[in-house]
């Protein structure tokens, strides 16, 4: 079992890659060319067709009515309400406050996972957890600012992060009837009728000028599509199947170091600004936290949590 554990902790590793590029590759998207809810609107779309394309070629699309509400909740708070409220979170509140929130994520995943799937948490995972945590709060805290602060902001990310907290143990079950690809498939399918739901996507989408959208730009979309949602999501739930949703979840602690390091990448390549001259020695030491922190709790939870 060493072996597909291995290969969990490092797809939960790639995704976070993903993400930290995506930080920075997607920048000037929103709102310049596309509102939040036709950027998520043409993000789960995309991944559905991708997601639809891999079960037929697997054949593992069958699911069990019994199990259907539970795919829907997951389709309503792993993207629907995950991936609505963070955009328009982001797009109304400052990249410190949404920095705090965002690493609050662990700290929900582990108390759902006490409530819900019994599971409990060792004191070298709370720690893990803890210096994780402070890793994250810290290096936001450095790098943040006062400017663009929103209270309506700042509550649309706290229900991002409990949504997709709450998203992670609520699949976490149906790892153990279905393969990975099949438990994303429905649960984006299930999300992306929910996100059409949402009152301003519809209206936004027809009104959105898309003639107008350079290619450069259509190649961040095409990034953040196939990169950071149907690659990610998918990785996600293979992690899942073999690691406990605590664990899944503290990788999130990654991001700030991978956002560091495409920042210098980046930059050398003249991809992006340079925001190089904003790393510091105080900030490394926070990300040594922060990879402390993933290892602790990663240690402890080596077993398959149903």
Avoid at 45 to 67: E, H, N, P, R, Y
Avoid at 88 to 99: A, E, R, V
Avoid at 287 to 294: D, E, N, S, T, Y
Wanted: net charge positive; hydrophobic share 50%.
């Amino acid at each position: 079992m060493k072996i597909p554990f291995y290969k969990a902790h490092l797809a939960l590793f790639f995704v976070n890659v993903l993400y930290g590029a995506g930080h920075i590759i997607a920048k000037g998207v929103m709102p310049e060319f596309l509102t939040p809810s036709v950027f998520i609107l043409l993000r789960v779309s995309g991944a559905v067709l991708f997601f639809w394309m891999l079960a037929i070629l697997f054949k593992k699309t069958k699911i069990q009515k019994k199990d259907i509400p539970l795919f829907i909740l997951c389709g309503i708070f792993g993207v629907a309400v995950n991936q609505l409220f963070f955009f328009h979170g982001l797009n109304l509140s400052s990249s410190f406050n949404s920095g705090i929130i965002m690493s609050m994520n662990p700290i929900m995943v582990g108390i759902l996972s006490y409530f819900i799937l019994k599971e409990k948490p060792t004191s070298t995972k709370i720690l893990g957890v803890l210096l994780g945590a402070c890793g994250a709060i810290l290096l936001t805290l450095k790098g943040g600012t006062s400017s663009g602060d929103s209270v309506l902001g700042d509550t649309f990310l706290i229900i991002n992060a409990m949504s997709y907290a709450l998203y992670l143990v609520i699949a976490k079950p149906l790892m153990s009837r279905y393969a990975p690809i099949t438990v994303i498939t429905w649960v984006f399918t299930f999300g992306l009728f929910f996100v059409c739901l949402f009152p301003s996507t519809i209206p936004d989408f027809i009104q959105t000028d898309f003639t107008s959208i350079p290619d450069v730009i259509y190649l961040k979309i095409s990034y953040i599509i196939i990169g950071v949602t149907f690659l990610t999501y998918l990785l996600t739930i293979y992690g899942l199947k073999f690691l406990s949703p605590t664990v899944s979840s503290s990788y999130i602690y990654f991001q700030p170091l991978l956002v560091v390091l495409f920042a210098f990448v980046f930059s050398y390549l003249n991809w992006s600004a340079d925001y190089t001259n904003t790393i510091t020695l105080e900030k490394i030491l926070y990300m040594i936290l922060i990879f402390l922190g993933v290892y602790l709790t990663s240690k402890t939870s080596t077993k398959k949590v149903i």
